[in-house]
């Protein structure tokens, strides 16, 4: 592992220490272990594909007052760390968090972007989104609640959702939304389980078995 590698992991590793919100240090470790497979796969840039993933969430607005003050944050360290491809790796995060919707130019961007939505599905994404509906006060499931898409206006600005809603407001898109092949085929199995685990669900909701 190189040096700067080291360094960046030791500032997210202190950065998420305190995190409650899903984002933990686990979450960026898992990132980065699952961008450098892909990034075996694919052929890209083993460095740059672990600078961002290591440093893609320390960017993220919803951790800073205003917006953009992230990304200033991570500007001012890679400045001052002398990182090599700084400006890649700023842009790669810059718009790798989903909430963006901006798919990043480089592979190595591509690449977080794809094992950042992995961790939203399969067995971990089930994890996260039950822990979120459970510090977020919203049930597991409730019939009577609608999915935001069947919402009213009204309904949507003051309603819960629930955290199997959530599978069809987000979890069960993501697969399609993939950047790369080898991210594409690992999301396939991950939607398959997202969708046995639905199946299992409702099984034991209505008393079938
Ligand atoms: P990110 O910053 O990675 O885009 P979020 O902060 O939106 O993700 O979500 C973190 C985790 O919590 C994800 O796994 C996501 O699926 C889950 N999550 C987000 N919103 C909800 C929700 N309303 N109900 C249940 N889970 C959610
Ligand atoms: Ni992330």
New binding site residues.
Partial sequence: MTEMIKKAEAWARSFFDTDS???DWFHTDRVRKMALTIAGEEGADLYVTEMTALLH?IA?D?FYSSEKEGERVVRRWLHEQKVQQKEIILSNIASV???SGETPETLEGKIVQDA?RL??IGAI?IA??FM??GA?G?PMYDPDIKVRSEMSKKEYRTGK?T?VN?FYE??LKLSCKMNTNTGRNLAKERHRFLESFLGEFFDEWDGRK
């Fill in positions: 919100t899903g984002h969430d993220d919803k968090s989903f909430s950042d961790e939203a994404g996260r989104c979120y509906a977020a919203d959702s955290a959530h987000k979890l």
